[in-house]
């Protein structure tokens, strides 16, 4: 008899499993380690091929899983070993007569969901935390949204800005401080696995090919993810390479968009293994034509605003044992827009000149994972590299650093980013935990230039923002008794940021601190969460220019967070119910504001305040489902430099809401399928210039859609803004015009759109 690991006899409870597909001799060196168990077997291991086997479960359920549909059983003969024993073949007994057909299995009881945004494998019955996950099939075409930035049409709590493709911002919980782009870090950490991809510019718009999931997490996650996740961390987990197995996917889109222009977009997948079980290969490719719906009558032009996008993703995974993982990530997409998608009246835009944009973005990232003596380990480096390009009519700005014939002000921003992350967990016994250390090195370089047909280009903004951080931090959950667990984490950084444009070889500014968390977690019973958690996040502080071409600093700001949760699963788990009110302090907001010149400035405006209940809830009933989110919150600037009635926090609405019905089901050999989607947005209001107040109204949208799949095949058809509604949706397009002319964003008007994808 062989066995494979000597265990912990404590450990042969309910653990979290993962085990990928291939060998029985594989499966069960990973499936030993997670459990901690031994196996054996009189003789050979029996050559068989296993299937993955994922989820929280006890020992003999995990091996009956690897085992299912083969002549061996698995047998608990010690506290923590088990024999694999061959089952004798069952003499097949002849009936005299046919007996009534068998009764219909019973329908399998719902997977629950494993979530990794907590830099642990946890269930989400069990994170103590306001989180929610969307399937990746949803941006396969079971809705309209395709990219990073459509995000916010499909998660509650999420909200977004305007401004058109890979110039967007994200805001989660209130936490908006600007609608403009400015230099400084976003307040949601936007992530690709485990590289952040919006640093301190939009975000790049990432088409969501061949992804796993979306995991958001709202409310500050300073602890684990450092500075920029004030207002939480949206994580796009992407499918990774398969070493057992062939497969792929090829699709291709049409859609036409009322009162403008047609566009379409092809995509496609494939994984390879090219050493089975040990080396495998998965690529993602992709380019898009967006049709275009804003005019331009004086130019002569129509649906100018069309967007072309063009990117692919590499990923290598290479597995050197049965216990370790080594990952390389290539991405690359670049995005262009042929105009801004603002309009002065209707659908149309009066101003002199095209104001075209593009968005490049690269990334690579090498990450390795395994056991370290009864530790899990991992190391993730990140180089990324982001450029961003905006070109805007400036030719009624008042500034000086123009002249008055001034074509256009056109700006390059770019970001450089080199990061490195050791991570160590324990996810047995009765005390988990995890600890890491952090260093970001990041690059932010802009360059603005006023443009004119008879003079030479005016520089009026050159600065290079050097962003050094290093952090350690660790987050630790106690099992205080059977249903109580206690979560307390502490992120230690340090920060140095040399950014004065006057000597780059001047002093840093320097900053330290600590960001706690603290949590406590009740389960009443199976399925049901209650938690109470404090959360923080720091934002660093920096220097900028103002509009007089002096140099002003703005200081860090803080955000603290209380949250009261519960999360539970009823009807046996057909029914899920998640509610949390939370209450926010926001101390020294940072704000990007725009200067008289057209130029953007940060500045801190004072301390603000947010009070909110989020709601949400996921039903499914045969084939039918309904998800419904409803968000209340009441985000004002208490006190600080702003002196108006209306202190709103910007972009956010004080009311939102989200609805999808859904229909899944089956006839004869055709899967087919059907959703109905329907979102709210309470008015809000854009930013805190007094002299300019804009606000934006209401606004309903509904959306629908139908599949049908076989053999491999699978058709769909969506039509989003069923309702073809043209209200504004942004109130800003062109800093530098907006104070003089009214500016607005219809969204994009009714669009129908068909895609036939074929898989293998």
Do not use: C
């Not at 009881?109 to 945004?117: N, Q, S, W």
């Not at 929610?132 to 099939?137: A, D, I, P, Q």
């Not at 395994?370 to 961003?388: A, K, M, Q």
């Not at 934002?539 to 803080?558: K, Y």
Request: charged share 20%.
């Amino acid at each position: 008899m062989s066995l494979a690991l000597v265990a912990d006899p404590a450990a042969a409870n309910t653990v979290l499993v993962d085990v990928p597909a291939g060998s029985l001799q594989s499966a069960i060196n990973v499936l030993s380690r997670q459990l901690r168990i031994s196996v054996a077997v009189q003789g050979r291991l029996p050559d068989l091929r296993t299937p993955a086997v994922r989820g929280r479960m006890e020992p003999q359920t995990a091996l009956d899983r690897l085992l299912s549909g083969s002549d061996w059983r698995a047998r608990r003969v010690a506290p923590t070993l088990w024999q694999l024993v061959r089952q004798r073949p069952v003499p097949k007994v002849v009936a005299p007569r046919p007996s009534p057909p068998p009764p219909p299995p019973p329908l399998p009881p719902p997977v629950d969901i494993v979530v990794t945004a907590l830099k642990r494998d946890l269930r989400l019955s069990d994170a103590p935390v306001s989180i929610s996950v969307l399937g990746g099939k949803r941006f396969a075409g079971a809705s309209s949204a395709r990219g990073s930035s459509d995000i916010a049409e499909e998660a509650g709590s999420v909200f977004s800005t305007h401004l058109g493709p890979g110039r967007e911002r994200l805001f989660l919980r209130g936490v908006a401080d600007s609608p403009f782009n400015g230099p400084t870090q976003s307040t949601v950490g936007l992530f690709l696995d485990d590289a952040r991809i919006n640093f301190a510019l939009p975000d790049p718009d990432l088409r969501l090919v061949d992804i796993d999931r979306v995991e958001v997490i709202r409310g500050p996650q300073g602890t684990l993810y450092g500075a920029g996740a004030l207002g939480g961390i949206v994580r796009i987990v992407t499918n990774r390479p398969q070493l057992d197995r062939t497969a792929g996917s090829i699709a291709l889109e049409a859609s036409d968009v009322a009162h403008g222009g047609m566009g379409g977009a092809g995509e496609a997948w494939v994984n390879i293994p090219l050493v089975k079980d040990t080396l495998g290969l998965r690529a993602v490719g992709y380019a898009e034509q967006e049709g275009g719906w804003i005019d331009h009558p004086a130019l002569g032009r129509t649906n100018t605003n069309s967007s072309h996008m063009e990117g692919g993703r590499l990923n290598l995974r290479w597995k050197p044992g049965p216990d370790w993982t080594i990952d390389l990530s290539i991405v690359k997409q670049n995005l262009k827009t042929r105009d801004a998608q603002y309009a002065t009246q209707g659908m149309a835009r009066v101003s002199r000149i095209l104001e075209p944009s593009e968005n490049d973005f690269t990334l690579v990232r090498i990450e390795a994972s395994g056991p370290i003596g009864g530790l899990d380990f991992l190391s993730s480096t990140t180089i990324e590299n982001n450029r961003v390009v905006s070109h805007y009519d400036a030719g009624s700005t008042g500034s000086t650093k123009s002249a008055a014939e001034a074509t256009f002000y056109d700006e390059t921003r770019r970001v450089y980013l080199i990061s490195q992350e050791f991570r160590l967990s324990r996810a047995q016994g009765r005390f988990h935990w995890l600890a890491g250390v952090s260093v970001i090195d990041a690059i932010n370089v802009t360059q603005g230039l006023f443009v004119a047909p008879s003079t030479a280009p005016v520089a009026s903004r050159i600065q290079a923002n050097l962003n050094l951080q290093a952090s350690a931090y660790a987050e630790g959950t106690l099992a205080l008794n059977s249903v109580l667990d206690l979560t307390a984490g502490l992120r230690a950084y340090v920060s140095n940021i040399w950014d004065d444009p006057r000597a780059t070889t001047g002093p840093s500014i320097d900053q330290n601190g600590f960001s706690p968390s603290l949590s406590l977690s009740w389960r009443p019973r199976d399925g049901a969460l209650v938690w109470l958690r404090y959360g923080t996040a720091v934002r660093a502080g920096g220097r900028s220019l103002d509009a007089a071409g002096e140099l002003t600093t703005f200081q860090a700001d803080r955000l603290q967070d209380v949250e009261l949760g519960s999360r539970m699963s009823l009807l046996d788990g057909h029914l899920d119910l998640d509610l949390s009110a939370f209450a926010l302090r926001w101390s020294n907001v940072q704000s990007d504001r725009v200067g008289l010149d057209g130029l953007v400035v940060t500045t801190n405006i004072g301390d603000a305040r947010n009070l909110g209940v989020e709601f949400g809830s996921k039903g499914h009933w045969g084939g039918f489902g309904l998800d419904v989110s409803l968000i209340r919150q009441h985000g004002r600037l208490r006190s600080g430099l702003i002196e108006d009635d209306d202190l709103r926090l910007p972009v956010l609405p004080d009311r939102s809401a989200k609805a999808r019905l859904s229909w899944d089901g089956k006839i004869g050999s055709w899967n087919l399928g059907a959703y109905l989607s329907a979102s709210y947005s309470g008015s809000s209001r854009l930013g805190y210039d007094p002299t300019r107040p804009l606000d934006m109204p209401s606004l309903w949208m509904l959306g629908s859609g139908m599949m049908a799949g076989r053999d491999g095949w699978r058709l769909v058809a969506s039509v989003s803004n069923l309702l073809d509604s043209s209200r504004n949706t942004f109130a800003f397009g062109n800093p530098f015009t907006y104070r003089t002319q009214p500016q607005r964003t219809p969204p994009r008007p009714r669009t129908l759109m068909i895609r036939i994808e074929r898989s293998f």
